[in-house]
């Protein structure tokens, strides 16, 4: 079976692209994104950016982002700080005689305690078996809140733009609000990019890159027909991704219609500065 990094790294090469355009479509550094797909995830991360970085690599490479998670999950189990690495024991009861069995490990041998028939277990038996059961307790609590704060970051790490949206044709990611930064953002004009397929697209990735965090957003179109067309507004500059870039045609505040530089997947950029 193969393992995260290598899933990760068969995607990137079923794309055609490099770790440099991964790294400029996903803006996650390329140096995260090679460790990634060496299985090295001890990468001085903390555990919600490492599943982050990794789950949003994961989407662009059309992969599921939740099953890579899981597995990230079986793969590191000590960055939960659950890891068991001795057999704590369990209790059996016989329907029988009322036999109670403690088994506390393969190199203990079984204590067997004989009581009569319908008679209640004595005090010390009692507590003996509720000092075995506690620890099991205990750790299956903590395995119940382990779950939840995984189930609550993969909530939190989605953040979609609209509930009733289409999911092919969201905006992958935008983190902060949408008010203007005073300190940099009213220095940049605003531009209007139309986005015009002529040909059949698999994958369209759009980046602001005009705009700053939090303002940044990143756009993914998917599955693009001959025909399809769509505005957005841009804070001075972008960079596309397209895994056909012969047949984009795009216009800048209704000027004239422009064509990428270079045909077949890869990406361009355009800026206020160089047009």
């Not at 602001?208 to 001959?226: E, I, M, S, T, W």
């Amino acid at each position: 079976m193969a393992s995260i990094g290598q899933k990760l790294e068969e995607a990137r090469n079923r794309k055609g692209i490099s770790i440099r355009e991964a790294e400029e479509a996903t803006k996650i550094r390329g140096h995260f994104l090679a460790s990634f797909e060496k299985d090295a995830f001890d990468v001085n991360l903390p555990p919600v950016y490492l599943s982050g970085f990794l789950k949003n690599y994961a989407r662009f490479l059309g992969l599921d982002p939740e099953a890579v998670l899981a597995e990230l999950e079986v793969f590191m189990p000590s960055r939960s700080g659950k890891t068991i690495k001795k057999s704590l024991g369990s209790i059996t009861s016989s329907s029988e005689g009322g036999e109670v069995e403690v088994n506390s490990g393969s190199a203990t041998p079984s204590v067997e305690t004989e009581t009569r028939r319908g008679s209640p277990l004595s005090t010390s038996e009692q507590n003996s078996a509720q000092g075995v059961l506690k620890p099991v307790i205990v750790i299956t609590s903590g395995a119940f809140v382990l779950v939840g704060i995984v189930v609550s970051l993969i909530y939190v790490l989605k953040k979609p733009d609209a509930p009733h949206s289409p999911p092919n044709n969201s905006v992958i990611t935008e983190r902060g609000s949408t008010a203007a930064d005073s300190n940099g953002s009213a220095s940049v004009k605003k531009i209007t990019l139309r986005l015009a397929a002529y040909g059949a697209i698999e994958r369209l990735i759009l980046s602001d890159d005009g705009a700053k965090p939090p303002q940044q957003r990143y756009y993914d179109r998917k599955d693009l027909k001959a025909g399809w067309e769509e505005s957005f507004n841009i804070n001075g500059s972008f960079r596309c991704y397209a895994s056909s870039l012969e047949n984009i045609r795009y216009i800048i505040d209704d000027g004239q219609e422009l064509v990428p530089p270079k045909n077949g997947s890869g990406s361009f950029v355009w800026s206020q500065k160089g047009e």
